[in-house]
């Protein structure tokens, strides 16, 4: 897998006509069957893949493609390359997971482990950002930095000597390392010797043709003539595909098993408790860092079983409590509504004494009245009786 970091100015055309022009020797299939894209996001960075099935003659190669879209464009340089950093720790998770199945299946494994890292440099031709160096320093552990230097055409030949010596510098005394070319192999180290002074790689990308001479070539077009990509004395893009695709590509694979993913795998199981040596710097098998490993789990778990528990009988009782207190004041304002309604029932009975002591009273009242009135009269009615008998005789 190769990984492509560009900021904002530098054009992506660099890397797209890398593999655009190694299709011009080697057959590129991009059918749905051997070409797969995915995306993922993080924040504003976008890593963008693209996988290609590449062969020639009788070899085969699924060559990935990554881009990192938006990098460079945020305030905070963590959010640049956290997402990469991410993505790449990500793709050593997921072959250590593979590593440690009981049932491996590691010769059909598709890997998916960034092989090589290309670093776009933007052609300022003075120094580079505190983002390129912040980035690839926290790169250079985990995966195999070459960085390039994009648009070339843009400055002058002594311009861009010049930069590159001043980027090699500025890597060296600020302890980025750089994936440097091997030695070791008497068949390559001749080549390697010399494309080691080559970097940083300066190239000029484009994906339309143009003609020169008798033929098609991949070109930028300029009023004052052509730049070809695959002209040596005009960029290092030959250069750099040849050291990536024909020469170098095994040792990339073997340099990202052996030390970057190799470094992964240690951290990781260092995290998780294994080591190969006790304080004695006596070994320890597998078996006695599990047992270990068992017990101080199941330590911590009875640790927090107890610290649970704990906390449930504190938050019982703090419940309990406030219960309790609810039902205190439930009950005082029980009370106090008993006594305001024995109050008002007492009032209400003296208001109904009263009213019953009135409306006997008044029946009193009435039945005299009544009782004069029948009396009043019966004797009227005996005086007309005297009257009428008086006037007869």
Known sequence: MLLCCRIKECDPSPWQAMWA?????????????????????????????????????????RLTVVNTVGFGDQMNKQESYQPVVDYIDKQFESYLQEELKIKRSLHNYHDSRVHACLYFI???????????????KKLDSKVNIIPVIAKADTISKSELHKFKIKIMSELVSNGVQIYQFPLDDENVAKVNTTMNGHLPFAVVGSTEEVSVGNKMVKARQYPWGVVQVENENHCDFVKLREMLICVNMEDLREQTHTRHYELYRRCKLEEMGFKDTDPESKPVSLQETYEAKRQEFLVELQKREDEMRQMFVQRVKEKESELKDAERELQGRFEQLKRLHADEKAALEDKRRLLEEDQSSFSKRRAAAQLLQAQSLTANGKKDKDRKNSGFM
């Open 122 to 136: 933007s052609p300022s031709g003075h120094s580079l950002k505190s983002l390129d160096l912040v980035t690839m």
């Open 21 to 61: 022009l190694t299709a011009s020797r080697i057959s590129l299939s991009t059918s749905p069957s051997t070409r797969a894209s995915a995306s993922i996001s993080s924040a504003s960075v976008k890593l963008r893949a693209q996988t290609y099935d590449l062969q020639e003659s009788n070899v085969r190669l």
